[in-house]
């Protein structure tokens, strides 16, 4: 599991699932002997930027990404972890699009979401993704980022046909 995401959880937990915000998630992460509060604040920072934490006003929210993380016991970031920050991966392109859906206005959770994107995907015969990204659309998630990176991904097989 994704170093990041963990930390996530973790924090998340320490909030009681409840919003906060950056500077007591900071103080969370300090408190734990995890980082020091430059360091603290970079990790959140991390977080936010891999849409495992979302603004919500002026506090930050998890993504129904984190409950599905599982922490080790005993767990503790790695030596060296802050200095890999720069180089965080966000989480996959299906889970933040899932995540973005979960999210919208009408409040469906991700396990209904999850499973109408399974249906769209049987019935119109699109990738995972593709199905996803149209699921999170009718709950009117209109994210020009996950479009274009999804975009991105596809690939052509075709041979150029020009004659």
Same mark, same amino acid.
């Given at each position: ?11 998340? !937990?320490?909030?009681?699932?409840? +919003?906060?915000?950056?500077? *007591? ?5 300090? !408190?734990?002997?995890?980082?020091? +509060? ?7 920072? *991390? ?31 790695? +030596? ?11 989480? +996959? ?12 206005? !009408? ?49 052509? !097989? ?6």
């Amino acid at each position: 599991m994704d170093e990041l995401a963990i930390i996530g959880a973790y924090l998340w !937990d320490q909030m009681g699932k409840h +919003p906060a915000t950056a500077q *007591a998630m900071e103080q969370a992460l300090i !408190d734990a002997h995890w980082f020091k +509060p430059s360091e603290a604040k970079a990790v959140v920072a *991390a977080l936010i930027s891999s849409e495992f934490l979302f603004r919500e006003g002026e506090n930050l929210t998890g993504s129904s990404i984190l409950s599905g993380v599982e922490i080790p016991r005993g767990f503790h970031p790695s +030596p060296g972890f802050t200095e890999d920050l720069g180089k965080a991966r966000q989480p +996959p392109l299906l889970d933040r699009i899932l995540s973005a859906a979960a999210q919208s206005g !009408d409040k469906a959770s991700i396990e209904e979401i999850a499973a109408e994107t399974k249906r769209t995907k049987l019935e119109l015969g699109l990738t995972l993704e593709g199905a996803a990204l149209l699921v999170a659309w009718r709950h009117g998630v209109r994210k020009a980022d996950l479009i274009a990176e999804f975009l991105s991904s596809l690939k052509t !097989d075709r041979p150029n046909d020009e004659t």
